[in-house]
């Protein structure tokens, strides 16, 4: 009797515990450690979207933040005194973080498709939003470049810490386009070289 009532009693859930540690510290830490199967654990939980908004408002941010610091640069350069918005400035830097965010994975998506990748564009547009915090250092250096600082240490500073994204946003793009090591070489060279010539463009 006792066996039958435990062999009738409906079967627990099990616990996915992938999911349920997957939050956003332990998520990053394996984003920013060049681990590849972190952006599959985070589409699993569902959290590439929340994930990517995060990292990429993030960056805006930090791209806010620099301009802030450095405006006293850009006024004095001015034939007057001139009256910053923080807010609006900070807001400016998150829309600029969002449409550099979307114009690079388009073109990553182009040539990454253009070989045999992933036919569709949002893997692409999440997986390097959330590689985006990667580039977080990067932001105020940009900022600094812009008002018009110049010294070796922050170009070295710069170079350093874009050596190393490489590494986050390479391994979100072949995550999303599912491409061999080679073929993914190739896309990625191709969207470096026309995303570096837009922003020598824009610098």
Same mark, same amino acid.
């Given at each position: 009797?006792?066996?039958?009532?435990?062999?009738?009693?409906?079967?627990?859930?099990?616990?996915?515990?992938?999911?349920?540690?997957?939050?956003?510290?332990?998520?990053?830490?394996?984003?920013?450690?060049?681990?590849?199967?972190?952006?599959?654990?985070?589409?699993?939980?569902?959290?590439?979207?929340?994930?990517?908004?995060?990292?990429?408002?993030?960056?805006?941010?930090?791209?806010?933040?620099?301009?802030?610091?450095?405006?006293?640069?850009?006024?004095?350069?001015?034939?007057?005194?001139?009256?910053?918005?923080?807010?609006?400035?900070?807001?400016?830097?998150?829309?600029?973080?969002?449409?550099?965010?979307?114009?690079?994975?388009?073109?990553?998506?182009?040539?990454?498709?253009?070989?045999?990748?992933?036919?569709?564009?949002?893997?692409?547009?999440?997986?390097?939003?959330?590689?985006?915090?990667?580039? &977080?250092? !990067? #932001?105020?250096?940009? *900022? /600094?470049?812009? +008002?018009?600082?110049?010294?070796? =240490?922050?170009? $070295?500073?710069? %170079?350093?810490?874009?050596?190393?994204?490489?590494?986050? &946003?390479? !391994? #979100?793009?072949?995550? *999303? /386009?599912?491409? +061999?090591?080679?073929?993914?070489? =190739?896309?990625? $060279?191709?969207? %470096?070289?026309?995303?570096?010539?837009?922003?020598?463009?824009?610098?």
């Amino acid at each position: 009797m006792h066996d039958n009532a435990i062999a009738s009693s409906p079967a627990r859930r099990p616990l996915n515990t992938a999911n349920a540690s997957m939050n956003y510290f332990h998520a990053m830490w394996q984003v920013l450690t060049w681990r590849q199967d972190g952006y599959r654990r985070i589409a699993a939980a569902n959290r590439s979207l929340r994930y990517c908004v995060v990292n990429v408002s993030l960056l805006g941010i930090a791209y806010g933040i620099g301009a802030l610091f450095f405006s006293d640069i850009v006024v004095s350069q001015g034939a007057g005194p001139i009256q910053f918005n923080p807010l609006m400035i900070l807001m400016a830097g998150m829309s600029v973080a969002f449409l550099m965010h979307g114009g690079a994975a388009l073109f990553c998506w182009v040539f990454s498709r253009g070989i045999g990748g992933n036919p569709q564009f949002m893997p692409v547009y999440l997986n390097l939003g959330i590689a985006a915090l990667a580039l &977080l250092p !990067l #932001a105020p250096a940009l *900022a /600094a470049f812009q +008002a018009g600082l110049q010294g070796s =240490l922050l170009l $070295l500073f710069t %170079v350093a810490v874009g050596g190393y994204a490489i590494g986050p &946003l390479y !391994l #979100a793009m072949r995550a *999303a /386009a599912g491409l +061999a090591h080679w073929k993914m070489v =190739l896309a990625a $060279l191709a969207a %470096v070289v026309y995303i570096g010539c837009f922003l020598y463009l824009w610098l």
